[in-house]
Every structure is written in C-alpha cells, then in structure tokens.
C-alpha cells in the first residue's frame, strides 16, 4: 500500500530510544484465515457486493506520486492469509499491552493504529488504542497526515513500547489516528498499517519501526524477508534478523535496490508468449505487500487486459470466464536476467460469486517520470521475497 505523502507540523528530534528485552526465537504457529472464508469477504467484495466499489475506485485511483543468518537467531512472526490476497499479523501497544491487527507494508514507512480520539465512522469498526490505560504511553507534541493511494489518516504522533512476537519489546513513535478517510478501513479487516519502506519514505524526524530496531541491535542481521503462502488457510510468515531458506527453493537471486524510497528495483522487459508487451527498454519496479495487484501504466495494463480477453463489468472492473483460465499464458517479468513467470491462475481471482477478475489495475504516475510497475502479493505469493538494508537489495526465490 504505497505512501503518497505525509506531512508533520513539527518534527520529532526525540531518537533516544530504549529497548526492553532480548533477541530471541519466536515459535512458529499456523498461520490461519482470521474467519472463515465463508463468513468474511474482502474489501473489494465487500465494496463489489454492496455496489460501491466503482465509486471506490474513482475516487482512490492508484498513484505513484513521490512528495542470511543462523536459524536460531531469527524472529518469526507468523501472518493470517486474508481473503482477497492480503496477510496480516498481530502486534501490541502500550503497558500493559493493547493488541491490534496490522498489515506488514513494504509501500510505506510508518505506523499508526486508531485511537479512542478517532470517531469516523471507519474507527468505529476496529480496535482503538487507548493511551490513557497505558502507563508508557508519551504524547508527542505534533501532528501527523498520512495519505495513501486509498486512504487518508489524521492524527497525532505518540510513543510507546510495541511488542512483535513475544521478545521484541522497543519504544517506537507512531500515529494514534484521530480521522480516517471515509468507507475505506471501514471495510477491512486490520485495525493499522505497519510500514516497513525507506526513512525518506516516513514521516519527517521519525524513524521508522525496522530502522528502529536495526539501530537498537535487536536483529542480528539488518534484514526482513516475506513467506507468502499460497495456500489460504495457513503458512505466511515474516522474518526479522535472517532468512530461513527451507522457505524457498533454489538459490536466493539478489537485485540492487534502485531507489531508497520504496522498495524499487529496476527490471528488464514484461512478455507473454515471447513477445515483450511492456518495460521493453527498462523499467522500474516496486515490491509492495501493502498491494493485492498487479499495477502498470494504461496503456500497457490495457494492452494485458486484451490478451487475457477481460470483458468490462461495470465501469472499471474487468472479468475473464473462469472456463478459460487454464489457457491463459503466463506472464513472465524479467529482472537482472531472470524470469519470474506469473500464471494466469495467480493473476485471476475468483470471487465467492464465482465472478472471475483481473487483478492488473492501472497505476497513475506523474509526467516524465521511468515507467514503474508496482508488483504486489499477486507476485510475491509466488516468489519468497528478501528485504536487505545493509546491502540494498532485494533477494528472491521461488517459494515453495
């Protein structure tokens, strides 16, 4: 979920942070679907089935906008697979601690939860912080405006300890919200978003949550790295410190990081059936777990969408017959020289109405600028995925 823009009205020069606790192995546990898939829907089929998620999509377009180690020393902390793509996981706030559900979000760099102060209507719905019953809890004397390619939060800049996984306890600044963009977290199923991006890409005079702990020694290596499960039910886990290669098959293929905002890499060319369709001198592209999509320039999405004959449904939505999915050609992202195919049953999802959809949406990017690609969990479902701030670099494996 890429970060568009973020604006403080003071900055924090507050960075003497203290940890508490000790580096250690936290256990692994199943990673399961929050409810039943039955029983909770996506956002985006929520939005579908209540006829709102055209408007949706126009008024929250997609935009681009710019303003390993030992085993037994990484941190584990398992993932929840949620319906329509995303995976979530549980951190805690405060003394004694307040759990709330987040997205680990590689397209943005800072943290906010809602809070009691927050009464828009999408607050309602989850989980609120509530500083006053923690005993750590120090008000920062600033404002925060966080504004998504979906959404936008407005609030205020606390800090507190945040516990990941039952031994990672630190003080981290972050965003009690007080004002959420209306019907957007309304519908979801997380109560905040975790950012996991570049300094550059956070709010000013903060430090992000990851640099954070790199700065305070508590990883023993300054890198993440992303299982996301193919299977619905369980698996998905995010590592700090190292990488656990049972994970992934082959070897870890490396790409240097070509911009410290995102996490951007620069890749070769896009082809289906031997033909370059897209990126065809180069292009940019964005690892982003905060996205379910598929996201490139108009007229290359549009140039994909014909190939996999998607048919209009509603003004902005695109199907393709379920019947033919298993004749689509895959599409094949080349980076650094390696093809990473995508099949057409990753790219198409199939509703619980037994609608089946495209997942490439259009992504609006500013004049003059490289064409970027933003490559989501459509992607990184397929291809384990490692985030490495000592190197610059991005490593990545086909996931088992």
């Not at 681009?64 to 805690?92: E, K, M, V």
């Not at 709330?100 to 009464?119: A, E, N, Q, R, Y």
């Not at 019907?183 to 300094?199: A, E, M, Y």
């Not at 995010?238 to 790409?255: A, I």
């Amino acid at each position: 979920m890429l970060r568009t823009q973020s604006v403080l009205s003071t900055s924090v020069e507050d960075r003497s942070m203290k940890w508490l606790g000790l580096l250690g192995l936290v256990a692994l546990s199943e990673c399961m679907v929050i409810i039943p898939i039955t029983q909770m829907k996506s956002m985006r089929e929520t939005l579908r089935e209540r006829n709102l998620l055209t408007n949706f999509s126009e008024e929250h377009p997609y935009s681009l906008s710019q303003n390993a180690a030992n085993d037994q020393n990484i941190i584990y902390h398992p993932l929840r697979n949620y319906h329509d793509f995303i995976c979530i996981g549980t951190i805690a706030i405060g003394t004694p601690p307040q759990e709330f559900t987040v997205i680990f979000d590689t397209g943005s760099s800072d943290l906010w939860v809602p809070s009691i102060h927050c009464h828009s209507p999408s607050c309602l719905t989850h989980n609120l912080f509530n500083p006053h019953k923690s005993t750590t809890f120090k008000l920062l004397d600033n404002r925060s405006d966080l504004i998504y390619a979906s959404g936008r939060i407005e609030g205020v800049l606390g800090q507190d300890v945040i516990q990941i996984g039952n031994l990672l306890h630190f003080n981290q600044t972050f965003t009690l919200s007080q004002n959420l963009s209306k019907d957007f977290f309304q519908n979801v199923p997380f109560d905040g978003i975790l950012g996991l991006g570049f300094p550059s890409l956070a709010i000013q005079g903060t430090t992000p949550l990851f640099d954070n702990l790199k700065n305070l020694g508590l990883i023993p290596y300054p890198l993440f790295a992303f299982y996301l499960s193919s299977r619905r039910e369980n698996g998905s886990v995010l590592m700090f410190g190292g990488v656990d290669h049972s994970y992934h098959t082959g070897k870890l293929n490396w790409v240097p990081v070509s911009q410290t905002h995102y996490w951007q890499i620069t890749m070769g060319r896009i082809s289906v059936n031997g033909e370059v369709i897209a990126c065809k001198r180069g292009c940019q592209a964005i690892m982003d777990t905060g996205t379910t999509s598929l996201l490139g320039p108009r007229r290359h999405i549009a140039k994909i969408q014909r190939l996999i004959h998607v048919r209009p449904f509603g003004s902005l939505q695109h199907t393709v017959p379920c019947n033919i999915t298993s004749t689509l050609p895959p599409l094949i992202f080349t980076i650094k020289g390696i093809d990473y195919p995508v099949p057409a049953q990753a790219y198409i999802y199939e509703s619980s109405q037994g609608l089946c959809y495209s997942t490439f949406r259009n992504v609006k990017q500013p004049k003059n600028e490289a064409e970027t690609w933003v490559l989501g969990n459509v992607f990184l479902k397929l291809y384990f995925s490692v985030y490495d701030r000592e190197k610059y670099r991005i490593g990545l494996a086909p996931a088992v």
